[in-house]
């Protein structure tokens, strides 16, 4: 009995001439299809049968460019190779590429990346990549941080000394502050011409917190160190500390007008800071309960405090107890603070500083305890210890706690209306 053959329905003809290759669609007993190659190679008839058209074409075009290269049989594709092919070629059809393009695109990455996987290369970009956040220049930032600053109940002096040193720092660094790079800062910063250590400190901190500001706003990396932080600070040359004796302190209590003296007797006697005394009122004397308070926003450290009020310091302010308003009016505290010192004939003029470092190394040597002169301060121990702290002896504290004005006595200078109360207080008496 013969063998019943498969019966062709169709021949189509991949390639021409040596590389042509046919494929006969054969039907075959189950009524399935199949599709069968059929080629000359190396003086032999091949034959390949196929059960899907669209593979059967793919391997007929593969063949025939193999036959025109001259590549033996070896190198045919598999069918696995097929689907790896059609896989890849799927993956790079998502990103509108062609497989040849991607891989191109991956060789070009992978030279250019050395000692680290293609990855990590990306995830490191894309993690440190600037344009992303806003541009804005240095201009811009500090007058949206001047303006918060403001807004945020600061002392009308602090929002002043910002919106100073940032406008110098401006009119020096402009540009996108994102491009500010740490080269810039130390170039400013050592271009700071006739300044002290304090005042270039000051201007670099208003300067850092500037930065902080447009990291929090979205300007500059969260994650990452601004120019200002990383720029060179400045460090203050140790320098003795000076202090006022009792007897020159009580001259300087008596050559100094009504206008001056409250800040001398207050950073004498209580150790406030000048620039927080020229915040104060005279209802922040809380003359009954023994105290000075000292809020919030009037503190350098924007910490409330309570500092006490000793009894020669209610007997020096006691002229100004029915008193309301701001404790000093006088537009140069300075100036007048070195007349006095020439007035009362101290030593090489005023001491900077002197009247805070007095109060704290006397109360130290009055209380014997740092921690409670600190709290008093609005400073911590080690910085006490560090800065403000002289030795002196317990019986030249006592003398300084218990300097007065002589009897009768008022300073040069008093509102009229003060020096009536006072004349019509001493007539009852």
Known sequence: MTRKRKRRSSVVEIGNGPARIRIYTMNRKDGYDEFTLSWKEGGRRKLRSIGDMDEARMVAQQTTVRLTNGFSTSDEATKRDIELLRHCEGQAKQFGVTLAAAIDKWVSARTAVVGI?????????????????????????????????????????????????????????????????????????????????????????????????????????????????????????ETEVEIFTPEEMKGLLLASHARILPLVAIGAFAGIRSAEIRRLHWEDIKWDRGHIEIAGRKAKTAARRLVPLPENLKTWLSPWREETGPIISITDPSGALNDVAVKAKIPGGWRQNALRHSFISYRVAETGDVARTALEAGNSPKMIFRHYREVVTEDAAKVWFSITPPDGWVPSELKWSIRERLRKISLRK
């Not at 001047?146 to 109940?153: C, D, I, K, Y």
């Not at 910063?189 to 706003?217: D, E, H």
Request: hydrophobic share 35%; net charge positive.
């Open 117 to 237: 996987t293609l990855s990590d290369a990306v995830r490191f970009y894309q993690a440190n990549r600037t344009d992303l956040f806003a541009v804005k220049s240095t201009a811009q930032v500090a007058e949206e941080f001047v303006e918060s600053r403001r807004t945020s109940g600061v002392s009308d002096i602090y929002a002043r000394n910002c919106r100073d040193h940032l406008k110098r720092y401006t009119s020096k660094v402009g540009g996108n502050i994102g491009d500010v790079s740490v080269s810039d800062m130390n170039q400013f910063l050592t271009g700071l011409k006739g300044l002290g250590v304090v005042s270039k400190k000051g201007i670099r901190r208003n300067i850092v917190t500037m930065f902080g500001f447009a990291k929090r706003q979205g300007y500059l990396h969260p994650d990452r160190k601004t120019a200002a932080e990383q720029s060179e600070s400045f460090k203050e040359a």
